[in-house]
């Protein structure tokens, strides 16, 4: 007797769903592959464009550094400038005070004192010469401590030795005196203070 399958049709929906499970299966993975490409290329364009930005952003940003560096050369180059006018300024302030310094010491000096040299550095002077007598000396410490442009008289060495100039054989007392130059104008705004 031959066998008969009655169930053929229980088979055939078997492999038919076998069959769209297969296809389910690939679509959905063809899908998700879909889908993943689309977010790589999303994500390699979001990617892209603010690595552009980044670069556009560097380049400004290394402008802006080379502005920078010029800004600061161009500020130290201005306070060169300006130190240099505040020196000039300086010595066009103090020109008029020399001739001032001068005057007071011919004024200050008085008779038998002799000047061999005249040296300043700053406010400073240094004055060292030969004097008849001692008191010569102390005279002219008293006129330049009354001086108007020369102040604080100070002695460093007296020391008498036999006249250098030899017209009458006398001893003389050289000295080396130190004075500060004032001005007129500064003590007058001290005294003020």
Do not use: C
Not at 24 to 49: D, Q
Not at 69 to 83: C, G, N, P, T, Y
């Amino acid at each position: 007797m031959p066998r008969i399958n009655l169930l053929a049709w229980r088979d055939e929906l078997r492999e038919q769903r076998r069959n769209q499970f297969y296809m389910a299966l690939g679509a959905a993975a063809l899908g998700a592959g879909l889908v993943v490409l689309a977010s790589n290329m999303t994500f390699n364009s979001i990617i892209g464009h603010q690595n552009d930005r980044n670069r556009m952003l560097q380049s400004e940003i290394d402008a802006l550094n080379i502005r920078i560096e010029e800004i600061l050369s161009l500020e130290d180059q201005k306070d060169r400038l300006l130190a240099r006018m505040e020196i000039i300024e300086e010595l066009q302030r103090s020109r008029p005070g020399i001739v001032h310094v001068f005057e007071e010491l011919v004024s200050t000096m008085p008779n038998g004192v002799f000047l061999n040299s005249v040296k300043q550095n700053g406010n400073r002077i240094e004055l060292i010469g030969a004097a008849e007598s001692n008191t010569r000396v102390s005279a002219l410490m008293r006129n330049i401590d009354g001086s108007e442009w020369l102040s604080k008289p100070d002695l460093e060495v007296v020391e008498v030795k036999d006249n250098a100039r030899g017209s009458d054989g006398q001893r003389a007392s050289e000295f080396k005196v130190f004075a500060t130059a004032t001005n007129a104008e500064d003590e007058q705004e001290e005294a003020t203070q």
